[in-house]
């Protein structure tokens, strides 16, 4: 029984960090004494320690206290036994690095699958579908593979944004950078807008917030999907 929220931000524009969120996540977290929290994207380079003060801060709004991964001696061990994970934001390819360094793909893969709870927010997002090859991120490291959780049987693009009118940049779109995708792979690809999430129940999946999705499938039109609806791919 997967329960999971796929949350394109952690922060959206004029609100602090998970304000946004706060209220599901009570809700969402209702069981749950101490969150494990997995800091391995460090945006903008923050250490392990900054980054889980930050999430313990946002959490301890909603009286739940939060460990980062990297305060146990044995990380495997430790997803194994967690209530809850988080995984934040920031760089996917560095994430997703530390997470075959540490060895616990499988295991957290193991623990959503068995229903405890689990949260991603950006990178954290990009982590749950089949790879990560659609982040934006740059590629400061090199991770063995590019082969995500599969939680769920399509791949997220985080932050996703639509062309804006009369802008002058003559650079690639989101839309571009995803039809270059499926030359190559089939997974489809969930564009998600900032301020929205997915909440996952086993095997139903909704989109939440206030904002369209939209849906890149192989040799189709993009689809809006509207929140509050099923995604199904």
């Known amino acids: 029984m997967k329960k999971m929220i796929i949350a394109s931000t ?55 206290n939060v460990k980062g991964i990297h305060e146990f001696e044995n990380a495997n061990e430790t997803i194994l036994h967690a209530e809850g994970v988080f995984t934040g934001g920031g760089n996917t390819f560095e994430l997703v690095n530390q997470i075959y360094k540490n060895d616990i793909l ?9 229903g405890i709870p689990y949260l991603g927010t950006s990178a954290g997002s990009n982590i749950c579908g089949v790879t990560m090859m659609n982040t934006n991120d740059m590629p400061i490291v090199y991770p063995p593979s590019f082969k ?16 804006i009118e009369g802008a002058t940049h003559m650079g690639e779109t989101r839309e571009t950078r995803i039809k270059e995708f499926h030359v190559f792979n089939e997974t489809p690809v969930l564009g998600l807008r900032e301020g929205s999430w997915l909440s996952v129940e086993n095997e139903t999946i909704t989109l939440e917030g206030k904002y369209t999705a939209r849906l890149f499938t192989p040799n ?13 791919v």
């Open 148 to 163: 995500t959780l599969g939680c769920i049987n399509f791949n997220i693009n985080a932050h996703y944004l639509d062309p």
């Open 106 to 114: 499988n295991s957290l893969k193991q623990i959503v699958n068995n």
């Open 220 to 232: 189709k039109k993009p689809v809006e999907l509207e929140s509050g609806v099923a995604v199904v």
């Open 10 to 64: 952690s922060t959206i524009y004029g609100s602090k960090y998970l304000e946004y969120l706060l209220p599901t996540l009570a809700t969402f977290f209702k069981d749950v004494k101490t969150l494990l929290f997995i800091p391995y994207a460090r945006p903008g380079g923050i250490s392990y320690d900054a980054y889980t003060a930050i999430a313990q801060k946002a959490f301890k709004k909603i009286n739940i």
